[in-house]
């Protein structure tokens, strides 16, 4: 599109980083603070090199219009990040493309229609009841509670239910652990460019194998044991394993809803975990919030738990919710590989390269958002939403590729957040927010142990 404008196009600044691996090192040091010094420095279009990888970072909401929307087909998941999450999640929904995407799309859209995430609140509240029962008991023990572990098992307990009529109690733990080490292992394997697939007999190809082989297992049990129960149970489940292809009259096969239910588990609860843990540390940082958003609670809730018909009510709950998402978006980087050469903000991006962008760094543009660092859940009042550029915003991405989960999330953290605030009052052990550690989602290090006391 760009070719007759191309002579006239700047070559983007950027870091020069080291002969052959360019700015490897500076990633894997601190991602975050190379993302955003690299912004700092060098405005809205940056480039540098990941070893061999000329990479563009965009980070002004136009460019990420261009990338996400307006001119979607020449930015694909071709990306080496994609390549490397593929070996876990092979070809399921965050990772195809194209046509085989668009029908895999087609066909989960109804499980995440309004009307049956409507149907959730119930199931959700009392997930979170029992978090609330073992807090008590540590409150009353004065005991530390591992908020980041806590969350992680409430939403995967709750994602499984939803999607796939499991509550993977007895699976929790080992997956949870392997779910950690396949993440950090993702994270190392791309900031190296490890694109070795995983088969030395080496302790670590080793751990990556049992980990995925453990997972496989979980997830194959899952297919077993709706096979064994037979009959449409109307959920994501049912719409993967029932639905016949209009062409061929075929049934998906079992590799292929190996891959679309662990996409489903993965984005689907740590993303929303990690949230959650974020917005326990950030009202325990912030009294002032935290006593407005009790408030808010006691006024609309009183002493019983939230229902569906309460969400339109819980404004504040949700303004906290989309704050804590802007601070410490989950998936806090992205890329796409550019396929015909293009123009972004006056600078050519040629075909062949990579473009990022990070909802972290256009989280705090200046240009948008007043006193970035700040935690502000007002910035989120309809009026003020209403006035910002869209893309400003995008914890959940945006365009055709945009999170599919992204309804469920909120209602499912607004509620966790409601019911649970409404009976307890975080502590920071030393009153300090934890560091994000930034592996597959941007998490406390540390997994934000806090103290609940009873309100
Ligand atoms: C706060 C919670 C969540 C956040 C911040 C989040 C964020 C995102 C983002 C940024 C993407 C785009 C990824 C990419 O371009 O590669 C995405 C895609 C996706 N998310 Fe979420 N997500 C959340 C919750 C969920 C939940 C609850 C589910 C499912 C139950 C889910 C399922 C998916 C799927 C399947 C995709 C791929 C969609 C496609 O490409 O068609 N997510 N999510």
């Known amino acids: 599109m760009t070719t007759a404008v191309s002579t006239t196009l700047r070559q983007a600044p950027g870091p020069r980083g080291t002969p052959l691996i360019g700015v490897i ?27 061999p990888l000329n990479s563009y970072l965009i980070s002004h909401p136009d460019g990420l219009r261009r990338i996400l929307q307006e001119h979607v087909r020449n930015y694909t998941k071709d990306h080496v990040s994609y390549s ?144 064994s129960q037979g009959g449409d149970h109307g959920d994501l489940l049912s719409m993967l ?84 998402l802007r601070l410490y978006p989950p998936i806090y980087i992205l890329s796409r590989k550019v396929i015909a050469d293009d123009a972004i903000g006056g600078y050519r991006i040629p075909a062949g390269s990579a473009t990022d962008f990070s909802p972290y760094v256009t989280h705090r543009h200046p240009a948008f958002w007043d006193d970035p660092e700040r935690f502000d859940p007002e910035r989120f009042t309809p009026e003020r939403v209403a006035t910002r550029h869209k893309f400003a915003y995008i914890p959940f991405s945006s365009g055709p590729r945009m999170c599919i989960g992204n309804s469920f999330a909120l209602t499912e953290a607004t509620l966790i957040l409601a019911h649970l605030a409404r009976r307890f009052a975080p502590a920071l052990p030393d009153g300090k927010l934890p560091a994000a550690l930034p592996l597959i989602t941007l998490r406390p290090a540390g997994d934000m142990a806090m103290r609940m006391a009873l309100r």
């Open 241 to 324: 394993m029932l639905t016949e292809d209009a062409d061929t009259g075929e049934r998906m096969d079992d590799t292929q809803l190996r891959d679309e239910i662990l996409t489903m588990l993965v984005a689907g609860h740590e993303t929303t975990a990690t949230t959650l843990t974020w917005a326990w540390g950030l009202l325990a940082a912030h009294p002032e919030i935290a006593a407005k958003l009790q408030a808010e609670l006691d006024t609309v809730l009183g002493a019983r738990a939230p229902t569906m018909a309460d969400l339109p009510n819980l404004r504040y709950t949700r303004m906290v919710i989309d704050e804590v």
């Open 25 to 51: 090192p500076a990633i894997r040091r601190d991602t975050l603070s190379f993302l955003m010094a690299t912004f700092r420095t060098y405005g809205d279009v940056a480039h540098y090199r990941i070893g």
């Open 84 to 227: 490397i999450l593929r070996r876990v999640a092979g070809n399921g929904l965050v990772t195809s493309q194209g046509d085989f995407w668009l029908r895999q799309r087609r066909l989960a859209q109804p499980a995440f229609h309004r009307q049956r995430i409507a149907a959730l609140g119930e199931m959700i509240v009392a997930r979170s009841e029992s978090v609330a029962e073992r807090w008590a008991q540590a409150a009353a023990a004065a005991s530390i509670v591992t908020i980041g572990e806590e969350m992680m098992g409430l939403t995967l307990q709750i994602v499984g239910n939803a999607l796939f009529g499991t509550d993977m109690h007895a699976e929790l733990a080992g997956v949870h652990d392997n779910f950690n080490l396949l993440s950090k292992q993702l994270v190392e394997r791309f900031r190296t460019m490890n694109l070795l697939p995983p088969l030395l007999p080496t302790r670590y190809d080793r751990a990556w194998r049992h980990a995925t082989a453990a997972l496989d297992r979980v997830v194959y049990s899952i297919i077993a044991q709706r096979r």
